[in-house]
Each structure stands twice: as structure tokens, then as C-alpha cells.
């Protein structure tokens, strides 16, 4: 019957194939291709979604192995008829995701061989490109792996419901079996979650809204998820989301389903309700669960959609003692400080943010992410765009440690090889109103060649006169703005940002890198990034990324388990030589009230431009905390929103990282650590050389010169400052004078200590703040580009 190789033909002929040989074998090809599609289609059946509607929860536990809760499948999938779905409702669907639902056949079939294709090259799955194929993806649950075999039986399981269902019965379906975000599973969960109503009482502006949700609520919910990716800050979404449901709108317009009359009353995105409304959620129980969420979702072993379906056990690295004693720290200070009924001016709109981790593995141990997590939904321990201010201040000394200074001598030729690492012992300027120099001895000028002096807190100047020098320990003691910036500058501000990322800062938090007062702390990294990067000083170098999340499994056992990575980002003698200068500000310095009982204390404070927020963060060898104070209204009714002044609140001229941050801190670390061995830091060993130690010469004086700049200053005082947000310019030279040439430097006021002047830095462009608004708590204010973070 198969005559081949033919038997009547000689050569090469024998081999070629006759066509009755061909045609028989396309026939019989295609034959079986058709029978086994026949037995494909008789043996899928069509999905029941409430087969698949219910949703488990997720269980949390403490370090400790105890429960923490239970929560995150808790919004069961509720089904209700096509009846109580507003027409709207389904035309918003169909206008947005298949305007020819009601004519097509079910499939459609160059995105399935678009999919299968993707596939077989081992990338992405796509999803269904009709709503028949989203629903019976959803439908299918019970099994969502990534395989040809799998996509195979969605596409018959497809065909058999396009040709065996009514269409109203399938969009009833999908709309009921769709996920929404927040846990909501169907419109019915959704119009709940989002609007606290039923589904029957969703109006258009509503309608379109959620079907924007099903484009994926990680990057369309406006409350924001942040933790899972920055990109998703609640500005960000708000924005994606009106711009999704007014195309949504705009369609049903163009394909008949919605009168302009009935459109133009919704311009603006609807109100929404607060993500958490489970009491189980409330207080610190919610950020925490958030935190892990995330967590599990970036280790990519689970992703939102199955984690929301349920049925996992999540392993945390929460320790309930330390997250409440955080907590209670925190409620402490508020208590006893803050009036917002009496002080309504200064006192309302206060928050705290906090994080703790164990630097031997990176372990988050506690965090306090704001008054309670039902109430405030953003995490404040995660970013919330505060500046961190003089807690910066160690990374560019790390720098300056690690890579050194570079040698104006050898600048032309090769700037980047001639270095000299330095000392502590190092000496700089601390004059206030200091004329900040590039390495090879030139005034830093902007882009538009003006040129700027750094100013010190209270305009304040520190060291021994006539040339004020002061050594990097003292500088670092007193947060001295003027030494630092120049030696950010000497070092290299891509030095000092490579340190800062080193360390386990991401880079995407870092601001203004190219400008000196980068290195005074215009960035803003979150509370969790700058404990984790103390704890890199505290391990002696050895950097571990922040983690929250141990294990996870479910009822086939473990999918995730977390492994610790160190990497070196300093030596142990550049390590350990910042603790022993960071020791010194807690034990003679700005941070004198964080000192413990016992313990060694290494940390710094942190105050910025305006007085905006205030940080204190540091560490023992056993744990690293940082903490940050700020002002920023609660309101998303409250339109262009940004950071508030803190001078005056709680009573106080001013808040420094020194008063309420650090208060915290110590009340929070002493019962932390209430029961563990004191530990001693390693001994550091000498590093560096002692730089700008030759003795200036004495200036000669000028008729110029005013009255104060040749008087005697009076002696250092850390408490002494000026409670005036707005510098003003000094009689010879101002602070906004351009291109002043009076003299190498400016006025020799008396001490500063952690702030610096206001209006003197000079910073990037201003960029968003949480709120998508430009935020003039970055640098913009006082004096536009002048201004900068007072350490």
C-alpha cells in the first residue's frame, strides 16, 4: 500500500514521493487532526464559575511561629445575576475589551497563535483576547500553569462555550468570576471594595472605573502599591486610572451604549473607599501584612492573582514584641508632645515612620508604619518622599574612607587615579556661608554659572578662627553642612552615591546626584532602606538586603524560602572606622539623647531644609533602627498637597533628629534589646591620612569687611540656633548674590549643630511629591535652586 521507495523507478527518482503517496498522507493528517479535535471538544466540559468562587485566606505568622493573622482571601467571590449588572456595566466591558462580543464566535485565533507562539519561545502567556477567553481563563482557576497543553484545552473549552452558552450568560459570567484588586473576586466584591455599594447602584463614571481595574489593580487602584512596585504610587495610578476610564467612556459614546449628555458628568474620578476596611487589619497588623505581600509577590514564586485566591502560609520575620513596643514608643512621644487641638497650626498632620532590623541577616523586625493601618493607609515605613537630611552625612564620610580624595595636582591628567584616602582626623572648613570649591580648586558653579555658599544651621560657623577648619569626627559630631558638602565634592558625588547604593540604598531614591547638596541629604529613601544600610556599618561591611518573609507554602508544600546574601560594600576598616565616628555623635554630639543604658550607640540625626521632616537612625551590633517625623496632611480631599514646616510643633522652635526622633528611638531600642548581652562594636583600625592640616594664613582684612565677620565669635554651642526658616544674606555677601567674588568665604557666625541653613544648598529641579504635585520640601523653596537640607 505505501510504495516508497517507488519499486519502478531507477535513481534518484526512486526517492521522490508520487502524488497519491503525498495526497494520502495530507488526507490522513488531517484526518487525525480533526478526530483528535473532535475527542478534544467532546471531553472539556464548560466551566461552572461557582465551582471555583470560593476564595481561602492566607495565614501570617511571627518570627516565632505563632499567628498573626489570618487574612487576604477573606472576600469571597459573591455571583449575582446579569439583572443586577448595570448595563453600563457590561458596555464598559465590551467597549473597552471586545466591542464585537455579541457577533464574534468566541476566539480569537492570531492571539491565540500569537500566545501559543510566545509560549513555545519559553516567554509570557498572554491572556485571552476575547471576553469569552477571559472568562473561561477565569473559570479555569484551579489551573493557571504556563504550558502549551494547558492553553491547548482553554482554547477548546473556548470554542465549546462560544458555541454551547448565550453571550448574556457568558458576560454574566465573566463579570462575576473577573478579579478586581483589593481581593475582590466578581463586580459585585468590587463595587463593594471600591464604592461600599451593590453593583446595582454603579453608575457609569463608576462602571468604567472598575473596568479599568481589570487592566490590573496593582497599576490602577489610586490608594497606590507602592510595596510592590514603586511605580505604582497612588499618583501614578490616579492618573492611569482616569486616563483608562475616560477612554472607556469616550468608546461607549462612539459605539452607542452612553449619550454625551450622560458622559460629561463624570470628568473626574469617582471617590473611593479606604483598601482595608477588616478589622483584623487594624493598627500595625495591616503594614505588616502589606509588607509580606509584597514581599511574596516580588520573589515571583506566587504571583498577586494566586496569592489573593488564598491558601498560603506566610512565615514573616516579625517579631510581635518589637512591633509593639515600637508602636508604643511612638504613641508615647505623640501623647505626651503633640496637640493638634491646642496647636492646630503646628500640630496637626504629624507622623511618624519606623523600621528595625537585625543587621546579621537583614531580618525586618519590626516597623511602625503610622496610626493604624485601617485608618492611614500609607506605609510609612516604606518611601514616603520625607528627606532624609544629615543621615547622609556617613555615606559620603564611607566614601571618603573607601576611594578617597582626589589630588588637585594630578587633576588634569588623571582625576579619577589620584586620590588620598582620608582620616577622620582629616580637618575641613566649617564656616557658615562657605564657597563650595570642584577639586581643582574652582567655585562650583550651576548651569547657569551662578555661584552658591553652603550655609550651616542658624547660618552658624564651627572650628578655630581665622580659617574655622574642623576635623571629619567633630564635623560628623556637630553636622557640621559646609565640611561635608566640600568633601562630597573632593570625593566625588558619583563616589558618594555609589557608597550610598553600596550600603543598600536603591538608586532609584537617590535625588539631585549631580549637586553638592546631594551630599547632605536631599534624597529619600525609606525607613526599611536606612536601617538596612546602618547595619551595613554595624556588620563591618557586609550588606544584606531587608526581608520579611521566611516561607511561604501551601497544601503542596513549600514554594518560597528566603536565602541571606552578603556582599562586601566596604572593608571592615572602612566599616568599622564610620561606627567609631558615628559613636561619637551619640556620646558627645547631636545624638546624645539616643544613648542607651550599658550599650555602644552608634547614629546620626537628620533635619531638613524648611524643617520638614526629622530623622534619627541608628544601631548597636544587634539591632538597626531608623526613625522619621514629618508633616503631610492625611487627605486625599486636600488638593496639591505637600510637606510641612514642623518649626513650632509640639511646642518646640524647632525640630531637629536630636528631640522627637531620637526620643523614640531610645524608648523603642532600651526594650528591644531589654534581656540581650550588651555588645561591643569591633575596635576600628586606623585609617587615611590627615588631610588640609597645613595652617592657613591669617586673612588680610579689607576695607569690605563688616563689623560681625571681624569680631570674635562666640564659643561652639550645639543648642544655639536660628528658628527662622529664611536665611538671611550676609552685609558683604549675600546668600543670593551671583557670582560674588569678596573673598574665599563667607560669615563666621557662631556654632551649628545637626541643621543646616536654609536657601543655601543649591538642589535639583523639584520633583513629585506623594501626592504627584511638585513638592518644594526637595530643595525648591527659599531661594529655588539655592536651596537645600540642613543636615
Same mark, same amino acid.
Given at each position: 500500500?505505501?510504495?516508497?521507495?517507488?519499486?519502478?523507478?531507477?535513481?534518484?527518482?526512486?526517492?521522490?514521493?508520487?502524488?497519491?503517496?503525498?495526497?494520502?498522507?495530507?488526507?490522513?493528517?488531517?484526518?487525525?487532526?480533526?478526530?483528535?479535535?473532535?475527542?478534544?471538544?467532546?471531553?472539556?466540559?464548560?466551566?461552572?464559575?461557582?465551582?471555583?468562587?470560593?476564595?481561602?485566606?492566607?495565614?501570617?505568622?511571627?518570627?516565632?511561629?505563632?499567628?498573626?493573622?489570618?487574612?487576604?482571601?477573606?472576600?469571597?467571590?459573591?455571583?449575582?445575576?446579569?439583572?443586577?449588572?448595570?448595563?453600563?456595566?457590561?458596555?464598559?466591558?465590551?467597549?473597552?475589551?471586545?466591542?464585537?462580543?455579541?457577533?464574534?464566535?468566541?476566539?480569537?485565533?492570531?492571539?491565540?497563535?500569537?500566545?501559543?507562539?510566545?509560549?513555545?519561545?519559553?516567554?509570557?502567556?498572554?491572556?485571552?483576547?476575547?471576553?469569552?477567553?477571559?472568562?473561561?481563563?477565569?473559570?479555569?482557576?484551579?489551573?493557571?500553569?504556563?504550558?502549551?497543553?494547558?492553553?491547548?484545552?482553554?482554547?477548546?473549552?473556548?470554542?465549546?462555550?462560544?458555541?454551547?452558552?448565550?453571550?448574556?450568560?457568558?458576560?454574566?459570567?465573566?463579570?462575576?468570576?473577573?478579579?478586581?484588586?483589593?481581593?475582590?473576586?466578581?463586580?459585585?466584591?468590587?463595587?463593594?471594595?471600591?464604592?461600599?455599594?451593590?453593583?446595582? %447602584?454603579?453608575?457609569?463614571?463608576?462602571?468604567?472605573?472598575?473596568?479599568?481595574?481589570?487592566?490590573?489593580?496593582?497599576?490602577?487602584?489610586?490608594?497606590?502599591?507602592?510595596?510592590?512596585?514603586?511605580?505604582?504610587?497612588?499618583?501614578?495610578?490616579?492618573?492611569?486610572?482616569?486616563?483608562?476610564?475616560?477612554?472607556?467612556?469616550?468608546?461607549?459614546?462612539?459605539?452607542?451604549?452612553?449619550?454625551?449628555?450622560?458622559?460629561?458628568?463624570?470628568?473626574?474620578?469617582?471617590?473611593?473607599?479606604? &483598601?482595608?476596611?477588616?478589622?483584623?487589619?487594624?493598627?500595625?497588623?495591616?503594614?505588616?501584612? %502589606?509588607?509580606?505581600?509584597?514581599?511574596?509577590?516580588?520573589?515571583?514564586?506566587?504571583?498577586? @492573582?494566586?496569592?489573593?485566591?488564598?491558601?498560603?502560609?506566610?512565615?514573616?520575620?516579625?517579631?510581635?514584641?518589637?512591633? =509593639?513596643?515600637?508602636?508604643?514608643?511612638?504613641?508615647?512621644?505623640?501623647?505626651?508632645?503633640?496637640?493638634?487641638?491646642?496647636?492646630?497650626?503646628?500640630?496637626?498632620?504629624?507622623?511618624?515612620? $519606623?523600621?528595625?532590623?537585625?543587621?546579621?541577616?537583614?531580618?525586618?523586625?519590626?516597623?511602625?508604619?503610622?496610626?493604624?493601618?485601617?485608618?492611614?493607609?500609607?506605609?510609612?515605613?516604606?518611601?514616603?518622599?520625607?528627606?532624609? $537630611?544629615?543621615?547622609?552625612?556617613?555615606?559620603?564620610?564611607?566614601?571618603?574612607?573607601?576611594?578617597?580624595?582626589?589630588?588637585? %595636582?594630578?587633576?588634569?591628567?588623571? &582625576?579619577? =587615579?589620584?586620590?588620598?584616602?582620608?582620616?577622620?582626623?582629616?580637618?575641613?572648613?566649617?564656616?557658615?556661608?562657605?564657597?563650595?570649591?570642584?577639586?581643582?580648586?574652582?567655585?562650583?558653579?550651576?548651569?547657569?554659572?551662578? #555661584?552658591?555658599?553652603?550655609?550651616?544651621?542658624?547660618?552658624?560657623?564651627?572650628?578655630?578662627?581665622?580659617?574655622?577648619?574642623?576635623?571629619?569626627?567633630?564635623?560628623?559630631?556637630?553636622?557640621?553642612?559646609?565640611?561635608?558638602? #566640600?568633601? $562630597?565634592?573632593?570625593?566625588?558625588?558619583?563616589?558618594?552615591?555609589?557608597?550610598?547604593?553600596?550600603?543598600?540604598?536603591?538608586?532609584?531614591?537617590?535625588?539631585?546626584?549631580?549637586?553638592?547638596?546631594?551630599?547632605?541629604?536631599?534624597?529619600?529613601?525609606?525607613?526599611?532602606?536606612?536601617?538596612?544600610?546602618?547595619?551595613?556599618?554595624?556588620?563591618?561591611?557586609?550588606?544584606?538586603?531587608?526581608?520579611?518573609?521566611?516561607?511561604?507554602?501551601?497544601?503542596?508544600?513549600?514554594?518560597?524560602?528566603?536565602?541571606?546574601?552578603? @556582599?562586601?560594600?566596604?572593608?571592615?576598616?572602612?566599616?568599622?572606622?564610620?561606627?567609631?565616628?558615628?559613636?561619637?555623635?551619640?556620646?558627645? $554630639?547631636?545624638?546624645?539623647?539616643?544613648?542607651?543604658?550599658?550599650?555602644?550607640?552608634?547614629?546620626?540625626?537628620?533635619?531638613?531644609?524648611?524643617?520638614?521632616?526629622?530623622?534619627?537612625?541608628?544601631?548597636?551590633?544587634?539591632?538597626?533602627?531608623?526613625?522619621?517625623?514629618?508633616?503631610?496632611?492625611?487627605?486625599?480631599?486636600?488638593?496639591?498637597?505637600?510637606?510641612?514646616?514642623?518649626?513650632?510643633?509640639?511646642?518646640?522652635?524647632?525640630?531637629?533628629?536630636?528631640?522627637?526622633?531620637?526620643?523614640?528611638? @531610645?524608648?523603642?531600642?532600651?526594650?528591644?534589646?531589654?534581656?540581650?548581652?550588651?555588645?561591643?562594636?569591633?575596635?576600628?583600625? &586606623?585609617?587615611?591620612?590627615?588631610?588640609?592640616?597645613?595652617?592657613?594664613?591669617?586673612?588680610?582684612?579689607?576695607?569690605?569687611?563688616?563689623?560681625?565677620?571681624?569680631?570674635?565669635?562666640?564659643?561652639?554651642?550645639?543648642?544655639?540656633?536660628?528658628?527662622?526658616?529664611?536665611?538671611?544674606?550676609?552685609?558683604?555677601?549675600?546668600?543670593?548674590?551671583?557670582?560674588?567674588?569678596?573673598?574665599?568665604?563667607?560669615?563666621?557666625?557662631?556654632?551649628?549643630?545637626?541643621?543646616?541653613?536654609?536657601?543655601?544648598?543649591?538642589? &535639583?529641579?523639584?520633583?513629585?511629591?506623594?501626592?504627584?504635585?511638585?513638592?518644594?520640601?526637595?530643595?525648591? #523653596?527659599?531661594?529655588?535652586?539655592?536651596?537645600?537640607?540642613?543636615?
Amino acid at each position: 500500500m505505501v510504495d516508497y521507495p517507488r519499486h519502478d523507478r531507477d535513481g534518484w527518482q526512486r526517492w521522490v514521493p508520487s502524488w497519491r503517496l503525498v495526497s494520502g498522507l495530507c488526507i490522513g493528517f488531517f484526518g487525525t487532526m480533526v478526530a483528535a479535535a473532535g475527542i478534544a471538544y467532546a471531553m472539556v466540559n464548560v466551566p461552572v464559575v461557582s465551582e471555583t468562587a470560593t476564595a481561602q485566606n492566607n495565614v501570617y505568622y511571627w518570627s516565632d511561629g505563632s499567628q498573626m493573622v489570618a487574612a487576604g482571601g477573606e472576600r469571597n467571590r459573591q455571583s449575582v445575576s446579569l439583572a443586577q449588572i448595570p448595563e453600563n456595566m457590561r458596555n464598559a466591558v465590551i467597549s473597552q475589551e471586545n466591542k464585537t462580543f455579541y457577533s464574534d464566535s468566541g476566539i480569537d485565533p492570531k492571539g491565540i497563535a500569537r500566545a501559543v507562539f510566545n509560549m513555545a519561545k519559553g516567554g509570557e502567556t498572554q491572556g485571552g483576547s476575547t471576553i469569552t477567553q477571559q472568562y473561561v481563563k477565569n473559570a479555569m482557576l484551579n489551573d493557571q500553569s504556563q504550558t502549551i497543553s494547558r492553553k491547548v484545552k482553554e482554547i477548546f473549552v473556548s470554542i465549546k462555550v462560544g458555541a454551547e452558552e448565550p453571550k448574556d450568560k457568558i458576560l454574566e459570567g465573566y463579570l462575576n468570576s473577573a478579579y478586581y484588586g483589593r481581593g475582590a473576586y466578581g463586580i459585585q466584591a468590587a463595587a463593594r471594595a471600591y464604592f461600599n455599594v451593590d453593583a446595582v %447602584d454603579l453608575n457609569a463614571g463608576q462602571c468604567a472605573f472598575l473596568s479599568a481595574m481589570l487592566k490590573g489593580a496593582t497599576y490602577y487602584d489610586p490608594a497606590g502599591a507602592t510595596s510592590i512596585d514603586p511605580a505604582a504610587t497612588p499618583e501614578a495610578n490616579k492618573k492611569r486610572a482616569e486616563t483608562q476610564m475616560q477612554d472607556t467612556l469616550d468608546k461607549m459614546v462612539e459605539y452607542e451604549h452612553l449619550s454625551q449628555a450622560e458622559r460629561a458628568k463624570f470628568s473626574d474620578l469617582p471617590k473611593v473607599e479606604n &483598601p482595608r476596611s477588616n478589622s483584623q487589619l487594624s493598627g500595625q497588623i495591616g503594614y505588616l501584612v %502589606d509588607l509580606a505581600k509584597a514581599s511574596v509577590i516580588k520573589s515571583g514564586k506566587v504571583t498577586q @492573582k494566586q496569592l489573593e485566591a488564598g491558601g498560603y502560609s506566610i512565615y514573616t520575620t516579625f517579631e510581635k514584641k518589637k512591633v =509593639d513596643e515600637l508602636e508604643k514608643a511612638v504613641k508615647k512621644v505623640y501623647d505626651k508632645n503633640i496637640d493638634p487641638e491646642k496647636r492646630p497650626e503646628t500640630d496637626t498632620h504629624v507622623q511618624f515612620g $519606623g523600621a528595625s532590623i537585625d543587621p546579621e541577616t537583614g531580618a525586618i523586625r519590626a516597623i511602625y508604619g503610622g496610626e493604624d493601618a485601617t485608618k492611614h493607609f500609607t506605609n510609612n515605613a516604606d518611601v514616603t518622599g520625607a528627606q532624609v $537630611g544629615s543621615t547622609f552625612k556617613p555615606y559620603v564620610l564611607a566614601a571618603a574612607m573607601k576611594w578617597g580624595v582626589r589630588d588637585p %595636582d594630578g587633576a588634569e591628567v588623571q &582625576p579619577q =587615579d589620584e586620590r588620598t584616602v582620608v582620616s577622620p582626623k582629616s580637618l575641613y572648613s566649617g564656616k557658615n556661608n562657605l564657597k563650595i570649591k570642584n577639586y581643582d580648586g574652582t567655585i562650583w558653579k550651576n548651569e547657569k554659572g551662578e #555661584q552658591w555658599r553652603q550655609e550651616n544651621d542658624g547660618k552658624q560657623s564651627l572650628g578655630d578662627p581665622p580659617d574655622y577648619k574642623i576635623d571629619l569626627r567633630e564635623a560628623m559630631r556637630e553636622s557640621v553642612n559646609s565640611a561635608f558638602v #566640600q568633601l $562630597g565634592m573632593d570625593v566625588g558625588l558619583d563616589k558618594v552615591e555609589e557608597a550610598a547604593v553600596d550600603s543598600g540604598l536603591l538608586e532609584d531614591s537617590l535625588t539631585g546626584t549631580s549637586y553638592p547638596s546631594f551630599s547632605i541629604g536631599i534624597s529619600d529613601p525609606s525607613a526599611i532602606r536606612m536601617a538596612a544600610s546602618y547595619a551595613t556599618f554595624a556588620e563591618s561591611g557586609k550588606q544584606r538586603e531587608p526581608y520579611s518573609v521566611t516561607k511561604v507554602s501551601n497544601r503542596n508544600g513549600t514554594v518560597y524560602t528566603h536565602k541571606v546574601t552578603t @556582599k562586601q560594600a566596604f572593608s571592615a576598616k572602612v566599616a568599622d572606622n564610620v561606627t567609631d565616628v558615628l559613636k561619637t555623635v551619640v556620646e558627645d $554630639g547631636t545624638g546624645s539623647n539616643a544613648q542607651l543604658s550599658g550599650r555602644e550607640v552608634a547614629g546620626k540625626t537628620g533635619t531638613t531644609d524648611g524643617n520638614k521632616s526629622a530623622w534619627f537612625v541608628g544601631y548597636t551590633p544587634q539591632l538597626s533602627t531608623a526613625i522619621s517625623m514629618f508633616r503631610y496632611p492625611d487627605d486625599e480631599t486636600i488638593k496639591n498637597r505637600t510637606f510641612l514646616e514642623m518649626y513650632g510643633t509640639g511646642g518646640e522652635e524647632k525640630i531637629h533628629g536630636a528631640s522627637f526622633p531620637s526620643l523614640i528611638w @531610645k524608648d523603642y531600642m532600651e526594650d528591644a534589646l531589654k534581656g540581650t548581652k550588651p555588645e561591643r562594636f569591633p575596635k576600628p583600625v &586606623p585609617i587615611g591620612e590627615v588631610i588640609n592640616d597645613t595652617p592657613s594664613p591669617s586673612p588680610t582684612p579689607s576695607p569690605s569687611k563688616t563689623e560681625e565677620e571681624t569680631s570674635p565669635s562666640p564659643s561652639p554651642s550645639p543648642s544655639q540656633s536660628e528658628t527662622s526658616p529664611s536665611p538671611s544674606p550676609s552685609d558683604t555677601c549675600g546668600v543670593f548674590e551671583l557670582n560674588c567674588e569678596d573673598g574665599e568665604d563667607g560669615g563666621n557666625d557662631s556654632a551649628g549643630n545637626d541643621a543646616g541653613g536654609q536657601g543655601s544648598s543649591p538642589s &535639583p529641579p523639584t520633583s513629585p511629591s506623594p501626592t504627584g504635585e511638585e513638592d518644594d520640601s526637595r530643595g525648591g #523653596q527659599n531661594g529655588g535652586l539655592f536651596a537645600g537640607p540642613n543636615g
